[in-house]
Structure formats: structure tokens, C-alpha cells
């Protein structure tokens, strides 16, 4: 049965396009079937960490909540080389970079439940036993609906007292829903804060378990979202952590 | 007697956002439930059952269903053969 990660945040820029793609990565190194749907259509870039462009003639998630595209042809495979050699597959659902076409989102809306449909519709469709929802940062309807169809919600916060009370909010939000797992992650953690202080703090906080301290990374910044933090500088500990997070979610979760 | 009051329930469509709000808490795991790939016969009985101390079959069930399809919130889907939570 295909299980369901949401990755979120209160506030916004705290990495969740980051760790969306490289979990997805992470998970697909271990030969798994997974698929990344960017549901932040008011602001989509998920796209960008597999250097994937939506061309006029590729259809994105917008072709099938606002119109006809079946979702199947809103479905794009984006495995890199590495991960193709490791048996793994990853497919993209992006949303649409076209601003009429942001515009019309926001004016018409659409219904949630098409929402909801399409992640289940394309998780039978391609067999898959992971798909990572990447969210727009705070409580709106779809990451209400991604909340509680989620089998673990990742909330990603920074180390800083906005996140701290923005995460409190969120997690609230979870626990009405009822998520039966959530794991939180640190991220961005400057290189002189005290990580096991932090993860205190956390754990002490939220009393969810803690997915991940990542760092504030110069070779994250310096890849500017262009690549996959997992494959082109693999031992950093950002990806380290990332990776050390898909196993755990490989052995609670999936 | 039912042992739950559907009259405080509001009569507009569901949102995500109304049903964060909803109460009691079976009432939002029931909606809930009905999420994803919608909600068998068979497990909303179980459902009725263990959270609602109700027997399928009984008055007090075909009360509750009735009050959630009257409002649009949760339809039975016959090519799924699943009870669904609807939106809007
Ligand atoms: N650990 C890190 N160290 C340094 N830079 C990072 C780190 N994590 C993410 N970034 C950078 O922070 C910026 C925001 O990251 P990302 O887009 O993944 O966040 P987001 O939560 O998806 O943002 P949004 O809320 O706008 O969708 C990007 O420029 C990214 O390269
Ligand atoms: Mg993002």
C-alpha cells in the first residue's frame, strides 16, 4: 500500500522543496517507486531540484484540477542516472509556471477532493510505495487535505522562535486530524547552535519524534536549488541527515 | 434517544477547514475516513461500532448517515462501492 508523506511547514523558505526532492531521492536509491506532487500551486519550484521545465506541451497538476488532463499524462518520470541504476523510479507531478494559469487557480479555485483523488489515482496508477507531498507553507485547504491523508507528516522548521510557535499551530492542526505520524525537522541549523540543545527544545516542545537536525549548509546554498543535495555532494552531513531520515521512515512508515 | 445531536452540525458544504473545526472528534475521524480512497461498507460499520457505539443497522446509525448525506458531506459512490467525504 502506497503511503503517503506530506512535508510541511508553518512559515515559509524552511527547505520543504529541498527535502521533498531528496527524500524522494533517498527513497528511490533503495529501488523504491515514488512520486513528488508539488500541491504549492500558488508558488510551485519542487520541479526545479530535477531540473525538470514544464514545456507548453507538458501537462501539470493544474491540467487536471481546473480541466481534463488525465492525471496519468500530469505525471512526469524524472529518475536521475544513479538512482535508474539502483532500480528506483521518480516521478514528478509540477504544477503550472504559467502565471494565467497561477491566476486562474487562485480566482477559480478548485475542489480539494479532485485533490485528494489524483494522489490516490496515480499511486495505483504507477504502482508506488511513496508519495512525497510538497506543501505551501501554512494552513490552507490543501494542506489541510495533505494533513490528514498523510500516513506521516514531516513538519520542517528552522531554528528560530517564529517556526518554534508557527510549528506549535500546525501540529495543533495535526493532532485535530488525527495523523497517525509525524516527525520533526530541523533545518538550517547555524553552525555555532548547540544541536543536541535544539533537539531538546524540540522534543521537549512538540513531544513528536524528531525526524532530522539538518545544518545550515554553504554547498546548499551554493547549489541554489539546481540540483539534488543527495547526489552531488552526497556526503555532506545535509544529505547524510536526509538520508539517515528516508531509513527511518523506511522502518516506521513504509 | 440518539447519543449524538446532529442539529449543531451547520448546513453548508464541507471544507477542510469546517471539518478541522467539527465536533465531536468521531465526527471528524468519520469524514476523515471517508478521505483517501473513500470508506468501505464494511469498515463504516466497524466504525459506527467502535466509536460511535452504534449498530449499523440500527435507528441511531441510519440517522447519522442520513444527516451526513443530506448535507453533501459524506456520498455512497457506486463504482467504488465506498462511501466518500465530499467537498464543495
Ligand atoms: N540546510 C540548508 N542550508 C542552506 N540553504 C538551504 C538549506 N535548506 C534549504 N536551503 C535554501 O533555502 C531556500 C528555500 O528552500 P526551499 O525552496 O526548499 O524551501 P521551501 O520551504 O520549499 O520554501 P517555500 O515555503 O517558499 O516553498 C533555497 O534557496 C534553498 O536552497
Ligand atoms: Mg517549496
Redesign the interface.
Known amino acids: 500500500m502506497t503511503k503517503i508523506l506530506c512535508v510541511h511547514s508553518f512559515r515559509g523558505g524552511t527547505g520543504k522543496s529541498n527535502l521533498s526532492a531528496n527524500l524522494a531521492t533517498a527513497l528511490a536509491m533503495t529501488g523504491r517507486r515514488v512520486a513528488v506532487v508539488d500541491t504549492d500551486l500558488a508558488s510551485p519550484g519542487v520541479h526545479v531540484l530535477f531540473q525538470f521545465t514544464p514545456g507548453p506541451d507538458d501537462a501539470t497538476l493544474n491540467d487536471h484540477l481546473q480541466g481534463s488532463a488525465p492525471i496519468e499524462a500530469c505525471c512526469h518520470e524524472v529518475t536521475p542516472d544513479e538512482v535508474k541504476r539502483k532500480g528506483g523510479h521518480i516521478f514528478l507531478l509540477p504544477a503550472s509556471m504559467d502565471s494565467d494559469r497561477i491566476a486562474r487557480l487562485l480566482r477559480e479555485g478548485y ?3 479532485a485533490l ?1 483523488d489524483a494522489i ?1 489515482e496515480i499511486a495505483e496508477l504507477k504502482d508506488l510505495d511513496a508519495v512525497i507531498v510538497d506543501t505551501h507553507p501554512g494552513i490552507n ?1 490543501e494542506t ?2 495533505t494533513t ?2 498523510s500516513d506521516c507528516l514531516v513538519m520542517v522548521m528552522r531554528p528560530d522562535s517564529q517556526d518554534y510557535l508557527g510549528t506549535a499551530v500546525a501540529l495543533e ?1 495535526a493532532q ?3 495523523v497517525p505520524n509525524a516527525r520533526l525537522v530541523v533545518n538550517k541549523l547555524p553552525r555555532h547552535f548547540d544541536a543536541e540543545q535544539v533537539r531538546n527544545r524540540v522534543q521537549q516542545s512538540y513531544g513528536i519524534p524528531l525526524g532530522a537536525v539538518l545544518p545550515l549548509s554553504d554547498e546548499l546554498l551554493d547549489l541554489a536549488s539546481g540540483g539534488l543535495a543527495l547526489l552531488e555532494v552526497g556526503d555532506h552531513p545535509w544529505s547524510k541527515g536526509v538520508e539517515a531520515l528516508a531509513q527511518q521512515l523506511i522502518d516506521d512508515i513504509l | 434517544m440518539t447519543s449524538f445531536d446532529t442539529t449543531p452540525w451547520p448546513r453548508t458544504v464541507l471544507s477542510m477547514g469546517l471539518l478541522v473545526s467539527l465536533d465531536p472528534p468521531a465526527l471528524r475521524r468519520l469524514l476523515k475516513a471517508g478521505l483517501r480512497r473513500g470508506l468501505p461498507p464494511e469498515d463504516l460499520d466497524d466504525l459506527l461500532r467502535s466509536d460511535w457505539q452504534i449498530e449499523p443497522d440500527s435507528p441511531d446509525a441510519t440517522a447519522l448517515i442520513h444527516a451526513l448525506q443530506e448535507r453533501g458531506w459524506l456520498l455512497w459512490h457506486q463504482e467504488t462501492q465506498r462511501w466518500k467525504t465530499h467537498f464543495g
Do not use: D, P, T, Y
Request: net charge negative.
Open positions: 475542489s480539494v477532493e485528494n490516490f485547504e489541510l487535505l490528514a491523508i492542526v485535530r486530524l488525527e
